[in-house]
């Protein structure tokens, strides 16, 4: 069953977003995993449209944040403010309250901006004048951004991509694709047609089935020794954290559900080390002037550590 509503919501967002399979599975990933995504890529190839299309999917509050040099904090989290009548104050509830917030462009505002999303991201609620105030759940961040060597661009700060389950990249239509999405987008806009195929409670019930998934001890194994590596990879000054090993086995656990598997194998764990890894590695200089980056540095990090073998005994 889980398994079909799953595909129900990719045949869904399809029909807005052409193509871009590997993107949707990624999405979905993240979805399940009660994870953020950061949609990395150049203006114009539907970073903003994906994040709509979820949205539109599922019967849930969504909320959309233009980020600027000018926005502040409390335009992300709300703000308290006096009512006369009741001589009290009253809270403004920002548009972080919500389940899905679409955070545009994330990267073309000042760091201090950027990071009042961290405790949100991290522990699902936000303090505003001394007060902790939960977010709706499900609760999930999808923030687009612009290539840093664009102008008006401001770098993610450290801690924030490390909050982010994945980093995932549009791409260029192919040309069979770009001719479609004329043909769809062209006579209007289908997002407006959309209809969501799932709500709140079924994110939520997915989310535990997802958690309850199995993975063999050699699996975990493998995993620890892959976050491992990047530390001591000699191009790397900074490699994953032990959130990034945590990310990465729920990761695998959401892509397991997707394959329709009750258990994840060692290709679910291959599979994501790109996405939740690379966003996390700091590399040292000397290495990334000499054109070194992270997907080469996670290559050699894949061929070093050896995959777990089954030997008789199936990983379910």
């Known amino acids: 069953m889980l398994f079909k509503q799953l595909q129900d919501i990719r045949a869904n967002i399809s029909q807005v977003v052409i193509g871009k399979e590997e993107v949707l599975e990624l999405l979905m990933v993240g979805l399940l995993a009660e994870g953020h995504i950061l949609i990395d890529d150049i203006p114009g190839v539907g970073k903003t449209l994906l994040a709509k299309a979820l949205a539109a999917s599922l019967d849930c509050k969504f909320s959309r944040v233009q980020f600027t040099p000018d926005l502040m904090p409390t335009d992300i989290s709300g703000f308290f403010v006096y ?56 609760f999930m961040v999808l923030a687009t951004q612009n290539p840093v060597e664009l102008e008006g661009t401001f770098p993610l700060p450290e801690a924030q991509l490390d909050r982010f389950l994945l980093k995932i990249k549009m791409g260029y239509p192919m040309p069979e694709e770009e001719e479609r999405i004329l043909l769809v987008h062209g006579p209007g806009n289908p997002l407006l047609s959309l209809q969501p195929v799932a709500g709140t409670e079924d994110v939520l019930e997915w989310q535990r089935e997802c958690r309850r998934l199995f993975i063999q001890p050699a699996v975990r194994v493998y995993i620890i020794s892959l976050v491992g590596a990047t530390r001591r990879h000699p191009a790397v000054q900074l490699g994953a954290s032990p959130r990034a090993s945590l990310a990465l086995y729920r990761a695998s656990q959401a892509l397991a559900a997707l394959q329709g598997r009750d258990f994840v194998i060692p290709d679910d764990v291959k599979r994501l080390v790109a996405p939740v890894l690379g966003h996390r590695l700091i590399l040292r200089r000397e290495d990334r002037l000499r054109g070194v980056n992270a997907e080469m540095v996670l290559e050699e990090v894949l061929r070093s550590v050896a995959v777990p073998v089954d030997q008789g005994e199936n990983y379910e």
């Open 83 to 138: 009512d006369r009548r009741s001589n009290d104050f009253s809270f403004r509830p920002g548009p972080v309250m919500t389940n899905i917030l679409l955070a545009d462009e994330i990267n073309r505002t000042v760091p201090r901006t950027q990071s009042s999303l961290l405790e949100a991201m991290e522990e699902f609620q936000v303090t505003v004048d001394g007060q902790t105030l939960p977010l709706p759940r499900p």
